[in-house]
């Protein structure tokens, strides 16, 4: 029996991202598709590239061997995969942004366990070091990411409870959802509200309860040239933020060092080494980027944000004592 299709795409790309060579087809279907018949494996696996694809991801293919016309291989370059904003179009790149940061999301962070053990186990030479260009330490933790993620991939349409800033009493929204993107700290769904007509963006925090996503699979359409990130940029209500100054460990803290203006290394950390960096964010950062870093990160300015940080912190630490 094939996994569920959003394990089975993560699958796929895992493998083709850290290996270091083109991949035959058939060792892809021996390990991510035992089982299936050969027409199964071949309408899945065409499925599966395309839905990749269509997704920003850019799968290369190319011959085994550079002296014989044998069988096609297929890889993802990393260098390719981690530069999105160069080689793909925006909504593209908007789509593979959030599949590199949602690696420790519970079921996403299986999936990529399991991947890598099929992997290893069937003595692949791997390049693990392709997955940091996915910084593997920010969660999806917002209860309905699942859903929406899910209907975005199917293309079905979601009915769920939404309570709007400054109203106490929530209500029911209908939406073909077009993508889920992370934007200013937050995840938003953005899509077509089936009620009014329109396009719109809507913040995952404020749903209450159980989203649903009803009717067939493929039942709309995403407009051609839809940027969801450039939708969430122009529609989602964001308060501007101060600029921060934070402490990090060497190898940890990739995208927060993307939005860095100045980098100051080997600087005196809180546990008394040298070891640390200090970075310049001038669009300031949110809480929960930074407590996705754990003990990795340090708040030095504002102090309002360390203080929101810290008194999250030991929200968490009461709640588990």
Do not use: C
Request: hydrophobic share 45%; no cysteine; charged share 30%.
């Amino acid at each position: 029996m094939s996994a569920p299709k959003t394990e089975r795409l993560l699958n796929l790309l895992i493998m083709l991202l850290v290996q270091r060579h083109f991949v035959p087809k058939e060792r892809i279907r021996s390990i991510l598709y035992p089982g299936a018949s050969s027409d199964a494996f071949e309408k899945m696996f065409e499925r599966d590239k395309e839905e990749l694809r269509s997704l920003g991801v850019p799968i290369e293919v190319g011959q085994m061997d550079a002296y014989f016309d044998d069988e096609p291989g297929y890889r993802i370059r990393a260098d390719e995969f981690a530069l999105p904003e160069i080689s793909l179009e925006s909504d593209e790149a908007a789509v593979v942004a959030l599949a590199t940061k949602v690696w420790e999301h519970a079921r996403l962070a299986e999936a990529t366990t399991d991947a890598v053990t099929k992997l290893t186990a069937a003595g692949i030479d791997l390049d693990l070091g392709a997955l940091d260009i996915a910084q593997p330490r920010l969660s999806a933790d917002e209860p309905s990411f699942d859903a929406f993620w899910e209907a975005t991939i199917s293309r079905r349409r979601v009915t769920f409870d939404y309570r709007r800033p400054g109203y106490d009493a929530a209500l029911t929204r209908h939406l073909e959802p077009w993508g889920v993107v992370r934007f200013s700290g937050r995840w938003y769904v953005v899509g077509l509200d089936t009620d009014r007509g329109e396009e719109r963006v809507f913040r995952l925090s404020r749903v209450v309860g159980p989203a649903t996503a009803s009717g067939p699979p493929g039942a709309f359409e995403i407009p051609p040239g839809t940027d969801v990130r450039e939708m969430a940029r122009r529609l989602a209500p964001v308060s501007p933020s101060e600029p921060a100054v934070v402490l990090v460990r060497p190898g940890a803290g990739a995208a927060l060092r993307r939005l860095a203006a100045d980098v100051d290394r080997g600087v005196p950390g809180p546990d008394g080494t040298d070891a640390w960096d200090r970075l310049a964010l001038p669009g300031g950062a949110q809480d929960d980027e930074l407590l996705a870093l754990g003990p990795d990160v340090y708040v030095e300015s504002p102090a309002s944000l360390r203080s929101s940080v810290v008194a999250r912190l030991e929200a968490a630490a009461k709640a588990l004592a």
